[in-house]
């Protein structure tokens, strides 16, 4: 998210809850990012580099991919991502006033029928993930949002590779 002089930069903690962490760097550092990079630590002060153990977590739990932005009509940040734990079947809407929070649990806003066992095309090793908006197809009172699935049985993918194809999902805005 690009907001005022900074790029910011939600980063999944891959150790139990699995919170999302918030880091950022100067749009006029990005050529060297890794100098540059600060992280929100639990004093709610921004210190350079990331250390996760002094980090504060800003969203739990958090997905490896997701999107982020801000709604102007809603007056709120406006996260859309998969439930956990993994996998879900849930696809969450989670809204905060900040960026930094506080984010709400997350209302679910749908069920994504590939991992339902009573779709028809089911299959057990089938996983979905990857929700995401993308505003820039959204109509006025509407979210557009993507997710992906995936097979944990890479020949299923082969044979049929309308697995792993983005689905498109439009509704009214939660």
Known sequence: ????????????????????????????????????????????SWKPGLDPSNAKYVMTPGASEMSVRYHPGLKKWVAVMIGQPFPSDKILFRTAPELAGPWSDGQVIHRIAEMQPSSPGYDKDTFCYAA??????????????????NSFTVSKVAKMPSIYFPQTVTMPMP
Do not use: W
């Open 1 to 44: 998210v690009v907001s005022g002089e900074h790029a910011y930069i939600f980063a999944s903690y891959e150790k139990p809850p699995s919170p999302m962490l918030l880091t950022r760097i100067p749009l006029n550092g990005l050529a060297a990012a890794k100098e540059n990079l600060q992280y929100l630590a639990n004093d709610d």
């Open 132 to 149: 995401k908006e993308h505003p820039e197809f959204e109509a006025p009172g509407n979210l557009f949002f993507t997710y992906v699935c």
